[in-house]
T-cell receptor
Framework: GAVVSQHPSWVICKSGTSVKIECRSL??????MFWYRQFPKQSLMLMAT?????????EQGVEKDKFLINHASLTLSTLTVTSAHPEDSSFYIC?????????????????FGSGTRLTVV | LAKTTQPISMDSYEGQEVNITCSHN???????ITWYQQFPSQGPRFIIQ???TKVTNEVASLFIPADRKSSTLSLPRVSLSDTAVYYC????????????FGKGTRLHILP
Protein backbone atom coordinates (compact mmCIF):
# COMPACT_ATOMS: atom_id res chain seq x y z
CA GLY A 1 0.00 0.00 0.00
CA ALA A 2 0.85 3.68 -0.05
CA VAL A 3 3.60 4.68 2.35
CA VAL A 4 4.48 8.14 3.59
CA SER A 5 7.81 8.57 5.29
CA GLN A 6 8.30 11.48 7.65
CA HIS A 7 11.64 12.54 9.12
CA PRO A 8 12.85 13.13 11.66
CA SER A 9 10.54 11.34 14.08
CA TRP A 10 11.63 13.66 16.83
CA VAL A 11 13.84 16.71 17.13
CA ILE A 12 14.97 19.03 19.88
CA CYS A 13 16.18 22.47 18.95
CA LYS A 14 17.16 25.67 20.64
CA SER A 15 14.87 28.66 20.64
CA GLY A 16 15.54 30.89 17.66
CA THR A 17 16.82 28.17 15.37
CA SER A 18 15.08 26.62 12.38
CA VAL A 19 14.02 23.04 11.91
CA LYS A 20 13.16 21.23 8.70
CA ILE A 21 10.76 18.30 8.56
CA GLU A 22 10.55 16.09 5.47
CA CYS A 23 7.56 14.21 4.14
CA ARG A 24 8.11 11.71 1.36
CA SER A 25 5.69 9.55 -0.57
CA LEU A 26 7.64 6.35 -1.12
CA UNK A 27 5.63 4.43 -3.67
CA UNK A 28 3.34 6.97 -5.26
CA UNK A 29 3.31 10.49 -6.57
CA UNK A 30 1.62 13.22 -4.62
CA UNK A 31 0.66 16.53 -6.17
CA UNK A 32 -0.95 17.52 -2.90
CA MET A 33 0.32 17.07 0.63
CA PHE A 34 -1.09 18.37 3.88
CA TRP A 35 0.62 19.47 7.08
CA TYR A 36 -1.03 19.15 10.47
CA ARG A 37 -0.09 20.12 13.98
CA GLN A 38 -1.33 18.34 17.04
CA PHE A 39 -1.05 19.43 20.65
CA PRO A 40 -1.39 16.94 23.52
CA LYS A 41 -4.89 15.54 23.98
CA GLN A 42 -6.14 17.52 21.00
CA SER A 43 -7.16 16.67 17.47
CA LEU A 44 -5.10 17.30 14.37
CA MET A 45 -5.22 20.87 13.16
CA LEU A 46 -4.64 21.49 9.49
CA MET A 47 -1.88 24.03 8.93
CA ALA A 48 -1.46 24.15 5.19
CA THR A 49 -1.91 22.44 1.86
CA UNK A 50 1.28 21.86 -0.05
CA UNK A 51 0.98 21.86 -3.83
CA UNK A 52 3.74 20.58 -6.07
CA UNK A 53 5.26 23.37 -8.10
CA UNK A 54 3.25 26.16 -6.54
CA UNK A 55 2.84 28.07 -3.33
CA UNK A 56 1.31 26.41 -0.33
CA UNK A 57 -2.11 27.39 0.90
CA UNK A 58 -2.18 28.21 4.58
CA GLU A 59 -5.11 27.91 6.92
CA GLN A 60 -6.33 30.99 8.72
CA GLY A 61 -4.13 31.91 11.64
CA VAL A 62 -1.06 30.01 10.45
CA GLU A 63 1.95 32.25 9.82
CA LYS A 64 3.29 31.45 6.38
CA ASP A 65 6.59 33.20 7.07
CA LYS A 66 7.14 31.09 10.13
CA PHE A 67 6.11 27.75 8.67
CA LEU A 68 7.78 27.55 5.29
CA ILE A 69 6.52 24.82 3.02
CA ASN A 70 8.26 23.59 -0.11
CA HIS A 71 6.87 20.95 -2.44
CA ALA A 72 9.55 20.80 -5.09
CA SER A 73 8.85 17.31 -6.38
CA LEU A 74 5.98 14.87 -6.61
CA THR A 75 7.40 12.82 -3.76
CA LEU A 76 8.73 15.38 -1.30
CA SER A 77 7.31 18.19 0.76
CA THR A 78 9.20 19.96 3.52
CA LEU A 79 8.03 22.04 6.44
CA THR A 80 10.55 24.42 7.96
CA VAL A 81 9.76 25.96 11.31
CA THR A 82 11.75 29.18 11.32
CA SER A 83 12.95 30.96 14.45
CA ALA A 84 11.33 28.30 16.57
CA HIS A 85 10.04 29.14 20.03
CA PRO A 86 8.84 26.91 22.85
CA GLU A 87 5.21 27.50 21.86
CA ASP A 88 5.99 25.83 18.51
CA SER A 89 6.68 22.59 20.35
CA SER A 90 4.13 20.16 19.01
CA PHE A 91 3.56 16.99 17.01
CA TYR A 92 3.67 17.68 13.28
CA ILE A 93 2.09 15.24 10.84
CA CYS A 94 2.00 15.21 7.07
CA UNK A 95 -0.33 13.40 4.73
CA UNK A 96 -0.08 12.75 1.05
CA UNK A 97 -2.58 11.92 -1.60
CA UNK A 98 -1.91 9.58 -4.49
CA UNK A 99 -2.32 11.84 -7.51
CA UNK A 100 -2.67 8.91 -9.88
CA UNK A 101 -5.39 7.12 -7.93
CA UNK A 102 -8.22 7.32 -10.38
CA UNK A 103 -11.88 6.59 -10.01
CA UNK A 104 -13.05 5.58 -6.57
CA UNK A 105 -10.31 6.42 -4.12
CA UNK A 106 -9.88 4.32 -1.09
CA UNK A 107 -9.73 6.43 2.04
CA UNK A 108 -9.64 9.51 -0.15
CA UNK A 109 -6.22 8.23 -1.26
CA UNK A 110 -4.71 9.93 1.81
CA UNK A 111 -1.90 8.35 3.78
CA PHE A 112 -0.37 9.88 6.88
CA GLY A 113 3.22 10.04 7.98
CA SER A 114 4.28 8.82 11.39
CA GLY A 115 4.69 12.34 12.72
CA THR A 116 7.52 14.49 14.08
CA ARG A 117 7.76 15.47 17.72
CA LEU A 118 9.32 18.94 17.89
CA THR A 119 10.57 20.24 21.20
CA VAL A 120 11.96 23.75 21.35
CA VAL A 121 14.04 24.53 24.41
CA LEU B 1 -16.56 18.20 4.62
CA ALA B 2 -19.75 17.38 6.53
CA LYS B 3 -19.50 18.10 10.23
CA THR B 4 -19.41 15.04 12.44
CA THR B 5 -20.28 14.44 16.07
CA GLN B 6 -18.95 11.54 18.06
CA PRO B 7 -18.54 10.78 21.77
CA ILE B 8 -15.48 12.36 23.32
CA SER B 9 -14.47 9.21 25.15
CA MET B 10 -15.44 5.61 25.79
CA ASP B 11 -14.23 2.86 28.07
CA SER B 12 -14.56 -0.86 27.48
CA TYR B 13 -12.98 -4.11 28.55
CA GLU B 14 -10.84 -6.58 26.74
CA GLY B 15 -12.79 -9.11 24.73
CA GLN B 16 -15.85 -6.90 24.40
CA GLU B 17 -17.32 -5.55 21.20
CA VAL B 18 -17.07 -1.77 20.97
CA ASN B 19 -19.41 0.36 18.92
CA ILE B 20 -18.62 4.01 18.26
CA THR B 21 -21.36 6.04 16.64
CA CYS B 22 -20.80 9.12 14.55
CA SER B 23 -23.52 11.58 13.56
CA HIS B 24 -23.28 13.37 10.22
CA ASN B 25 -26.67 14.89 9.54
CA UNK B 26 -25.47 17.01 6.63
CA UNK B 27 -23.87 14.23 4.64
CA UNK B 28 -24.02 14.85 0.89
CA UNK B 29 -24.99 12.38 -1.78
CA UNK B 30 -21.45 11.76 -2.97
CA UNK B 31 -19.88 11.69 0.49
CA UNK B 32 -18.21 8.60 1.88
CA ILE B 33 -17.66 7.81 5.55
CA THR B 34 -14.14 7.01 6.65
CA TRP B 35 -12.74 6.08 10.03
CA TYR B 36 -9.16 6.59 11.13
CA GLN B 37 -7.33 5.32 14.19
CA GLN B 38 -4.54 7.20 15.92
CA PHE B 39 -2.20 5.89 18.58
CA PRO B 40 -0.21 8.31 20.75
CA SER B 41 2.69 9.93 18.90
CA GLN B 42 1.72 8.35 15.59
CA GLY B 43 -0.05 9.53 12.49
CA PRO B 44 -3.66 8.48 11.82
CA ARG B 45 -4.18 5.12 10.22
CA PHE B 46 -7.05 4.22 7.89
CA ILE B 47 -9.46 1.67 9.36
CA ILE B 48 -12.48 1.41 7.13
CA GLN B 49 -14.56 3.29 4.61
CA UNK B 50 -18.13 2.90 3.40
CA UNK B 51 -20.99 4.53 1.56
CA UNK B 52 -24.06 2.62 2.68
CA THR B 53 -25.25 -0.52 4.46
CA LYS B 54 -22.41 -2.55 5.91
CA VAL B 55 -18.73 -2.86 5.23
CA THR B 56 -16.43 -5.33 6.93
CA ASN B 57 -12.71 -5.86 6.80
CA GLU B 58 -10.18 -7.70 8.90
CA VAL B 59 -10.12 -4.94 11.49
CA ALA B 60 -13.65 -3.60 11.88
CA SER B 61 -17.17 -3.31 10.57
CA LEU B 62 -18.96 -0.17 9.54
CA PHE B 63 -22.72 0.04 9.74
CA ILE B 64 -24.51 2.78 7.84
CA PRO B 65 -28.31 3.14 8.01
CA ALA B 66 -30.38 3.92 4.97
CA ASP B 67 -30.57 7.67 5.68
CA ARG B 68 -26.76 7.79 6.09
CA LYS B 69 -27.05 10.45 8.78
CA SER B 70 -25.01 8.37 11.15
CA SER B 71 -22.58 5.49 11.11
CA THR B 72 -21.27 3.02 13.65
CA LEU B 73 -17.78 1.65 13.80
CA SER B 74 -17.75 -1.78 15.37
CA LEU B 75 -14.57 -3.27 16.80
CA PRO B 76 -14.99 -6.95 17.66
CA ARG B 77 -13.32 -8.42 20.74
CA VAL B 78 -11.12 -5.46 21.56
CA SER B 79 -7.76 -5.78 23.22
CA LEU B 80 -5.59 -3.35 25.15
CA SER B 81 -3.85 -2.44 21.90
CA ASP B 82 -7.09 -0.97 20.55
CA THR B 83 -6.75 1.91 23.00
CA ALA B 84 -6.54 4.89 20.66
CA VAL B 85 -8.39 7.87 19.30
CA TYR B 86 -10.88 7.11 16.54
CA TYR B 87 -11.89 9.76 14.03
CA CYS B 88 -14.97 9.72 11.84
CA UNK B 89 -14.63 11.73 8.62
CA UNK B 90 -17.20 12.38 5.94
CA UNK B 91 -16.49 13.70 2.47
CA UNK B 92 -16.26 13.04 -1.22
CA UNK B 93 -13.44 10.75 -2.26
CA UNK B 94 -13.26 12.00 -5.81
CA UNK B 95 -12.19 15.51 -4.95
CA UNK B 96 -9.01 17.05 -3.66
CA UNK B 97 -10.60 18.09 -0.40
CA UNK B 98 -8.41 18.61 2.59
CA UNK B 99 -9.24 16.47 5.59
CA UNK B 100 -10.45 18.42 8.59
CA PHE B 101 -10.44 16.33 11.73
CA GLY B 102 -13.08 16.54 14.42
CA LYS B 103 -12.33 15.87 18.06
CA GLY B 104 -12.50 12.09 17.71
CA THR B 105 -13.39 9.47 20.30
CA ARG B 106 -10.79 8.49 22.84
CA LEU B 107 -11.27 4.76 23.42
CA HIS B 108 -9.75 3.28 26.54
CA ILE B 109 -9.67 -0.50 26.85
CA LEU B 110 -9.39 -1.85 30.36
CA PRO B 111 -7.99 -5.27 31.31
Amino acid sequence: GAVVSQHPSWVICKSGTSVKIECRSLDFQATTMFWYRQFPKQSLMLMATSNEGSKATYEQGVEKDKFLINHASLTLSTLTVTSAHPEDSSFYICSARDSLYGGLRRNYGYTFGSGTRLTVV
Amino acid sequence: LAKTTQPISMDSYEGQEVNITCSHNNIATNDYITWYQQFPSQGPRFIIQGYKTKVTNEVASLFIPADRKSSTLSLPRVSLSDTAVYYCLVGAVNRDDKIIFGKGTRLHILP
